[in-house]
């Protein structure tokens, strides 16, 4: 399994980034998918979350309104579309990927609920 993050990079306060996490070695339709992101020195956070169909999305509080997770099943690729961004958003974003047995849809929102990890694209928001 491969997670393969992308579209991190430096933007003013204000700006906008979209995100990708492109999957590959997997059934992508079987995973849910989340987004978490990191500062160095500080404890990895959760971000937003989709699940497997896609008809269900959950937000950090901080970032609810001006973040927006989706997916697109035919390219195995999660996004994050990253509104309104803040200084406080700069961080190294990871996707991850957690495998779904049978009919559950469910969310995830803790970072040992999944499976497989990106290697991380550094998002920096300038004031």
């Known amino acids: 399994v491969q997670l393969q993050a992308s579209g991190g990079g430096l933007v003013q306060a204000g700006g906008s980034l979209r995100l990708s996490c492109a999957a590959s070695r997997i059934t992508f339709n079987n995973y849910a998918m989340g987004w978490f992101r990191q500062v160095p020195g500080k404890e990895r956070e959760f971000v937003a979350s989709i699940s497997k169909s896609g008809s269900k999305a959950d937000y950090a509080d901080s970032v609810k309104g001006r973040f927006t997770i989706s997916r697109s099943d035919a390219k195995n690729t999660v996004y994050l579309q990253m509104n309104s961004l803040k200084p406080e958003d700069s961080a190294v974003y990871y996707c991850?990927?957690?495998?779904?047995?049978?009919?559950?849809?469910?969310?995830?929102?803790?970072?040992?609920?999944?499976?497989?990890w990106g290697q991380g694209t550094l998002v920096t928001v300038s004031s």
């Open positions: 991850a990927a957690r495998f779904i047995a049978g009919g559950a849809d469910s969310i995830f929102k803790g970072g040992y609920e999944y499976n497989y």
